[in-house]
């Protein structure tokens, strides 16, 4: 294998913590709507409210605010009181502003990573709220690119390495979502390096393709370095 020329990185619990957040605030909601439905009922209904909004809000903190306010409206049967709706909306805002703090390590890496191959941000989600992060993180300097996207396809992938003057095949990228990172980006012909988060959105659990020869994993972003220059 020789040594990728553009370094695709996601973003979200790759780069800094994001599902931590959204289990806090899924507690909090858990808690407000305590008077309706336990808390294994609201997860239920949250999850297919979720999955029912995706197509119509997309990904990211927004769309997550009004799947919640739609499930506290239907599990109340109309009732939750606007103080209990109000503290939904808090919830929701506190998951656009949350101060941004990379995760141990990642920036250190990344500037040994952008030595190597220039970096290219990948990730999905609203564009306004993953530009704020990006730009809070204190990270973007570090990037060539940015590409914001509303789904991870084989196809996101090629156009996205393409625009960046990459060929797939020369191409790697680097992720904590098997569904979103690493299968497509394999299925595009790009190389792809797993670094798990340890909590997962339901929504994207996978299984990891350990058997593919353009897949690896890693437990740190700075693991690549090494394995990098190891490539010729
Ligand atoms: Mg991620």
Redesign the pocket.
């Known amino acids: 294998m020789t040594r990728p020329t553009l370094i695709g990185l996601?973003?979200?619990?790759?780069l800094w913590h994001?599902e931590t957040l959204f289990r806090l605030t899924h507690q909090r909601f858990n808690e407000l709507l305590a008077a309706y439905a336990d808390a294994p009922q609201v997860e239920e209904h949250l999850a297919a409210v979720e999955r029912r909004n995706l197509k119509v809000y997309g990904y990211g903190a927004k769309g997550f605010t009004l799947s919640m306010l739609e499930t506290a409206v239907e599990l109340s049967g109309g009732n939750a009181p606007a103080g209990v709706l109000g503290e939904i909306l808090a919830a929701g805002r506190e998951l656009m502003t949350h101060p941004i703090d990379p995760l141990p390590g990642v920036r250190d890496a990344l500037e040994q990573l952008a030595q190597r191959a220039p970096l290219l941000l990948i990730t999905k989600g609203d564009l306004f709220h993953q530009e704020s992060k990006l730009a809070a993180s204190g990270l973007g300097d570090l990037f060539a690119g940015v590409e914001i996207v509303s789904e991870k396809t084989a196809d996101t992938y090629r156009r996205a390495f393409r625009r960046h003057g990459t060929p797939p095949e020369e191409a790697l990228m680097a992720?904590?979502?098997v569904r979103?990172?690493i299968l497509p980006a394999l299925e595009a012909g790009a190389h792809a390096a797993l670094i798990p988060y340890p909590l997962v959105w339901a929504h994207e659990a996978a299984e990891a393709p350990h058997a593919h020869p353009r897949f690896r994993q890693f437990d740190t972003l700075a693991q690549l370095v090494p394995w990098l220059d190891s490539l010729v």
Do not use: I
């Open positions: 996601d973003a979200d619990d790759t994001n992720g904590n979502s979103s990172d």
